[in-house]
Structures are given as structure tokens and as C-alpha cells.
């Protein structure tokens, strides 16, 4: 089974700290994307990944930066925490190499900031 | 700007009734339409997923109809259950590079017994 795993299940930050999120997965995926899932918002889409060292920007890049120094780790930092950034952010990864294109989910890291 | 619009909000249904989710989309360049099943505490993962070569697809009491013309999708969930109950995201993609996925803003179903 894929496997996508989330540093934190909760977090508890202040404003202006800088917070770190992180992602593995053990199923070799490509790429990699990090989510933030707010309510009557849905999912939306910070940043993703689709190799190692490689970036795009998402629907809502500003206020994050991410990290992917290895294949399996993506890493979602929040130069300067802000309390509108309280929500729960989600990653997933998916694979090219087959037909699907189906994302995987991690469980998710609710973050407040207070 | 919102890409998929999802409605309803949030909709009981009686066991055993059909549950019904309504998706609209603007981009004609969408070709893949998968359905995301999220239950409390967990990630979304997906459910069933359509294409726009063909107008229906079943997988078990879950059906996804697609009306391309339209711009529309939606999921029936026939003989709804308990266990139903679950936050479900509609979402579209063009099956190109990492296939970034636009999701709806989420359905809240509850089946009641």
C-alpha cells in the first residue's frame, strides 16, 4: 500500500515562528504536492513538486516556500507564521508511470497559529 | 477564481436513498474527473474517476454521470449507508505533467439510519 506520512497530526505555532511541515512517501512517486484544506474552501493548492529539487508554484504560493532534497520528503515552510495560515494542510504524491494519476493523501497536520 | 463548483454544501440523506453531488466546471481542457472520499481525520482518497470519452461510469452503488456538453459531472451514491458518511470533493485535471488537481469545495454527507 502507498504510504504517505505527515510529520505532525497537530501543531501549535506563534505568529511570526517559522514552522516546518514534512512529507515522505514510500512508494517512489514523482511528484509531490502540499494542500490546504479549509472549510467551504475545499482543497487548494500551495506548491508542488515533480522531481527532486524542482518547484511550481500553486494556486496559493504566498506566505509558503517548500523544500525536496530527496524524492521521498517534501517540506512545506512558513517563513513567518500568520494566524490566517491556521488550517489544515494535506500532502499527496502520484506517480506518471501509471495510467490513474491518482493522488495519494497524507492524514493531514492541523496548524494553529496563535 | 474557484475552477470546479460543488453543490450542495452539505445534504442528509435516509439510509438506503440515493445521495446525489452536483460538479460544474469552465475549462474545456479538463480530461480527467476524479472523486475524492474524505472521512474525519483522515486524508481524501479517491473514490471513482471518469474521463470524457465516455458518459457514465459504475463502480459498485457509486456512479459518476458526465455530461461534457453541459460542463457538468455529478456522483449518485445509490442505497446510501452510514458508513457513507464522509466529506466528498469533486475535482478536474488535464492529464499532463503532474496533473494538478482543481478540487470542489466539498459536500458533507450524512446518512441517517
Known amino acids: 500500500d502507498v504510504k504517505v506520512t505527515q510529520s505532525s497530526r497537530y501543531l501549535v505555532k506563534r505568529t511570526g515562528e517559522k514552522v516546518f511541515l514534512e512529507c515522505v512517501q514510500d512508494m517512489d512517486h514523482e511528484n509531490m504536492f502540499w494542500y490546504r484544506q479549509d472549510p467551504g474552501l475545499g482543497l487548494r493548492l500551495i506548491y508542488f513538486?515533480?522531481?527532486?529539487?524542482?518547484?511550481e508554484k500553486g494556486d496559493i504560493p504566498e506566505g509558503y516556500s517548500v523544500s525536496r532534497e530527496k524524492k521521498e520528503r517534501f517540506s512545506l515552510i512558513l517563513e513567518s507564521a500568520s494566524t490566517n495560515q491556521t488550517s489544515m494542510y494535506l500532502c499527496?504524491?502520484?506517480?506518471?508511470?501509471?495510467?490513474?494519476?491518482?493522488?495519494?493523501f497524507g492524514p493531514g497536520t492541523r496548524l494553529t497559529v496563535t | 477564481q474557484q475552477q470546479v463548483k460543488q453543490s450542495p454544501q452539505s445534504l442528509i440523506v435516509q439510509k438506503g436513498g440515493i445521495s446525489i453531488i452536483n460538479c460544474a466546471y469552465e475549462?474545456?481542457?479538463?480530461?480527467?474527473f476524479p472523486w475524492y472520499q474524505q472521512f474525519p481525520g483522515k486524508g481524501p482518497a479517491l473514490l471513482i474517476a471518469?474521463?470524457?470519452?465516455?458518459s457514465e461510469k459504475k463502480e459498485g452503488r457509486f456512479t459518476i454521470s458526465f455530461n461534457k456538453s453541459a460542463k457538468q459531472f455529478s456522483l449518485h451514491i445509490m442505497d446510501s449507508q452510514p458508513g457513507d458518511s464522509a466529506t466528498y470533493f469533486c475535482?478536474?485535471?488535464?492529464?499532463?505533467?503532474?496533473?494538478?488537481?482543481?478540487f470542489g469545495t466539498g459536500t458533507r454527507l450524512t446518512v441517517i439510519p
Open positions: 475549462n474545456t481542457a479538463f480530461d480527467y
Open positions: 513538486s515533480y522531481d527532486v529539487k524542482m518547484k
Open positions: 471518469i474521463r470524457p470519452d465516455v
Open positions: 499527496a504524491s502520484n506517480t506518471r508511470k501509471t495510467f490513474s494519476y491518482e493522488q495519494y
Open positions: 475535482a478536474a485535471s488535464i492529464e499532463t505533467g503532474a496533473n494538478n488537481l482543481f
